[in-house]
C-alpha cells in the first residue's frame, strides 16, 4: 500500500521532541562542587561545633533554671482535695467553689505570668480545629446570621445562629481563679491584669466584633450563645465592657489551638508595681477557684501555673540539653576519630607510597 510522504511530518516530529535544549543548564554541563571528606575537613568541624555548642547549651540551661515556676493542680479527684466536692458534682450547667492553699518558698521578681493548663485535652483533633467560622470571628455579619457548616453540630442551637459557632468556642474554659496573699489570717488579693493576654494580630486583625451603632447586645440579636456557656458572648466582661464580644482577651486565647494534649494557655498577668519589694513574696497563698469547667468526662486535669520569665521566655529545660547533648556527641566524636586518625591514618599513607 503506497504512502505520501510531507516534508511537514519531520517538522511536526521535531516541534513533538521532548529532547531538553543544548544549554549548560538543561544538559546538567554547569560546574559543581563535590567535597572531598578528610580528616583534615571532618575533625575540625567536629571539634568547632562541640566548643561551640556546649557553652551555648550551659548558658540556656542555667538561664531556664532561674526561672520561677509553681504548678498548683486543682482537679479534684482525690478525696483530700479541697475541690474534691466540685469535682464529683460539676458540669457545665453548675458553679462550685473551693479554696486552695499553698505556699511560694521563694518570692517572685519581675512580671509574673499566670496560666491555666489541661492535659488529656486533644484541641488538636482535625474535626475540633476546624471547627469555627473565621468569617465571623472577624466581624461579618453575613456569616453572624449564616455561620459556616463546618460548625455542626454546633452551627445552630433552638433553631437560631450560634455565636460563636463551633466545638472551639462551645469548649471555652470559664473557671475563675483568683489569688490571695494569707498574712497573719487575713487575705489580700493579688491584682491580676487581664489585658494585654492575647497576640496583637490576633486581638486587632483576626477577631473583630460586627460593627453597628448600638450596643453589642442589639448587634447580636437573632442569634444565641454557645450550648454550653452560661452567658452570651457579649456578657464575657461585665467589668470592662470593651473586652465584650469576639475581642474578648480570654476568648480569643483560648481560640488559639494548642499542639499538644497537654497545654497551658495564658490567663492573667502580675505586674511589678515597686522596685524594691517582689512582685510575689514568700509567704502563705491561697486560689479561690469557681469551678465551672468539668473535666472528668475525658479524665483530664486542671492546674494554675506561676511562672517568671527570661530573655529566653519560659522555663524550657529540654533545649539547653538538647544543645549540650549535641555538642558533647560531637566533641567525643572527634575525639576518636583524632585517635583512629592518628594511628591507623600514616600507615595508609605508607602503604599508598610502597605501592
Known sequence: MATSYSPKDDDVHQHRSRKPDNTA???????????????????????????????IGIGLFVTSNNIKEMEIDYTGTET????????????????????????????YEGNVFMYY???????????????????????????LTNPSKECEPYRTSDGLPIAPCGAIANSLFNDTLKLYYVDNGTETEITLIKKGIAWWTD?????????????????????????????????????????????????????????????????????????????LQNGNYTLHVTYNYPVNSFHGRKRMILSTISWMGGKNPFLGMAYITVG????????????????????????????
Open 203 to 279: 486581638k486587632n486583625v483576626k477577631f473583630r466584633n460586627p460593627t453597628g451603632d448600638y450596643n453589642l447586645s442589639y448587634i447580636f440579636t437573632g442569634t444565641t450563645k454557645p450550648v454550653n456557656w452560661p452567658k452570651p458572648v457579649y456578657e464575657l466582661d461585665p467589668e470592662e465592657k470593651d473586652n465584650n464580644g469576639f475581642i474578648n482577651e480570654d476568648f480569643i486565647v483560648w481560640m488559639r489551638t494548642a499542639a499538644l494534649p497537654t497545654f497551658r494557655k495564658l490567663y492573667r498577668l502580675i505586674a511589678k508595681k515597686d522596685s524594691l519589694a517582689p512582685t
Open 25 to 55: 543548564f538543561k544538559q546538567q554541563r554547569l560546574p559543581a562542587w563535590q567535597p572531598i571528606l578528610t580528616a583534615g575537613t571532618v575533625l575540625p568541624a567536629f571539634f568547632i561545633i562541640g566548643l561551640v555548642f556546649i557553652p
Open 117 to 143: 493548663g489541661l492535659s488529656n485535652f486533644y484541641q488538636n483533633h482535625r474535626r475540633y480545629v476546624k471547627s469555627r467560622d473565621d468569617s465571623q470571628l472577624n466581624g461579618d455579619k453575613s456569616s
Open 328 to 355: 558533647s556527641i560531637c566533641f567525643v566524636l572527634g575525639v576518636v576519630l583524632l585517635f583512629i586518625h592518628h594511628k591507623y591514618g600514616n600507615r595508609n599513607s605508607s602503604t599508598e607510597i610502597t605501592n
Open 80 to 107: 483530700d482535695s479541697p475541690c474534691h466536692k466540685c469535682a464529683m458534682n460539676g458540669t457545665w450547667n453548675t458553679t462550685c467553689e473551693c479554696v486552695v492553699p499553698f505556699q511560694l518558698e521563694q518570692p
